[in-house]
């Protein structure tokens, strides 16, 4: 592939995506994705937080998911959830994927839209736990009944999400598939909860997307209707 077609691909593919944040960046600057950066200070301050003695009880009770754990309490807690960091994985790579990908989400999309579809991959993945553990180890989507005790918290199925939106909205179908194909990949490999969990994010994103483009087709339809277009004959 020459690099001119390899251009012309990226802007095919990447350029509304950079056009959108461009412009967001230069008509608000600073004040571009407040949310995001809001989102990441509480998540930092979640990470210290349990990182000290009278810290870490508190974050548990109020953002640690578990599958074991009552529903409702599962449900309170989901919120906060996504911004506890894994107590096991370093905490700049959990901060930087909410500052790229939350920033850059709540450029394109507006903040409540970024933090509905990030709550519902978060809140997709946690229910899928439960419905894993109930199908057990041998099936094809189970889980073994040791992962009920798994503290289940981060933004990264909020993140997967988020991408698999954004490249949906923006038409980098490429990116979308690439992002799905890598959790496919990861899953196949090492079929472990959080990658599930990953599957089962990307899985209600995509309900999202289908959700989306038919209120856009009918608002169209509403639109032609109303301007007194003929009908397009296929």
Known sequence: MSVDTLGRWARA?????????????????????????????????????QNQSWGYRPVQNLGAVRAEDPAWQALLRTPLSLFVPAVDLPVW??????????????????????????????????????????LGPDHPFGLPASDARVVDTGPSAAVVGLAV??????RAYATAGAVIAALVVEVVLDPNLAGKEHLAA??????LCAVAAVRQRRSRARSGAASGAPPIQS
Do not use: D, N
């Open 13 to 49: 593919e990447w350029g509304a995506w950079y056009l959108a944040v461009r412009r967001a960046l230069l008509t608000r600057r600073w004040r571009a994705a407040p949310m995001a950066v809001g989102a990441v200070c509480l998540t930092g301050l979640t990470q210290f937080a």
């Open 93 to 134: 790579g959990a901060l930087t994927q909410i500052l790229v990908v939350f920033g850059i989400a709540e450029m394109c999309l507006g903040w409540w839209r970024t933090l509905l579809i990030a709550y519902v991959a978060t809140l997709a993945g946690t229910l899928y736990a439960r419905v894993g553990i109930a």
């Open 165 to 170: 939106f954004l490249a949906w909205r923006y």
């Open 202 to 207: 990307v899985a209600a994103v995509l309900v």
